[in-house]
């Protein structure tokens, strides 16, 4: 298994920016894919990005392409979500999910069920 602490959250004014952070520990030497969700309260967690174990491939909701951008440092076995031009609806509590893989499609990088290691989440609060 995997474990994995996010970092970064905060409160920003829209327009602003964040950097989101996620640091793994635990089974990192196996190839994980691993991605970026986000829920609001009474909401299903959504699929915001994801990124392949090597970086090759990345995949983005349409609501944040263009304005988000998912990348990895392995050596230093973190993740991280640049978060740029942010809206109110970008408002949520935001995990990282990691998942054993070497090949990563949109439909299983888009599925939450696929991800078997969570970390706890950190806020994100944009205000208008």
């Known amino acids: 298994q995997v474990q994995l602490v996010e970092s970064g959250g905060g409160w920003v004014q829209a327009g602003g920016s964040l950097r989101l952070s996620c640091a793994a520990s635990g089974r990192t030497s196996s190839p994980n894919a691993m991605a970026w969700f986000r829920q609001v309260p009474g909401k299903e967690r959504d699929f915001v990005a994801a990124?392949?174990?090597?970086?090759?491939?990345?995949y983005y909701a349409d609501s944040v392409k263009g304005r988000f951008t998912i990348s990895r440092d392995n050596a230093k076995n973190t993740m991280y979500l640049q978060m740029n031009s942010l809206k109110p609806e970008d408002t949520a509590v935001y995990f990282c999910?990691?998942?054993?893989?070497?090949?990563?499609?949109?439909?299983?990088?888009?599925?939450?069920?696929?991800?078997?290691?969570w970390g706890q989440g950190t806020q994100v609060t944009v205000s208008s």
């Open positions: 990124i392949s174990w090597n970086g090759g491939t990345t």
């Open positions: 999910a990691a998942q054993a893989s070497t090949i990563l499609t949109s439909v299983v990088a888009r599925a939450s069920r696929a991800y078997h290691s």
